[in-house]
């Protein structure tokens, strides 16, 4: 399934519910929920959603509605995902720094 987003550098809510399939009150619910949505505030108070946002909406969406995940369990799994990240950032710095060592190069 392609989706044709615009790219742009934020979205209000109206277009992220159009390119989302979502209501505006199950965003607003999620952004409870899910601590990773988080939609700066315009000037006069209106959310606007990076890409980021949107790429974690459609992965709940997706927990949600075609993989039957609780809320709670697709929070689980997102946090268990974000951990996974995380940990492969530190593997790969520890891994340079094993290469430096072996190498004698600590400059």
Request: with cysteine.
């Amino acid at each position: 399934m392609t989706l044709n987003i615009p790219d742009r550098m934020f979205y209000r809510i109206k277009e992220v519910c159009s390119i989302t399939g979502l209501k505006p009150h199950v965003l607003r619910y999620w952004e409870q929920e899910f601590k990773d949505i988080k939609p700066v505030k315009s000037s006069r108070g209106q959310r606007l959603y990076k890409k980021k946002d949107l790429d974690i909406i459609f992965t709940i969406k997706r927990l949600l509605y075609e993989q039957r995940y609780t809320i709670d369990g697709a929070r689980k799994y997102m946090m268990s995902k974000k951990n996974m990240l995380v940990l492969g950032q530190i593997k790969d710095e520890l891994t340079e720094v094993v290469e430096m060592l072996k190498k004698g190069d600590l400059s």
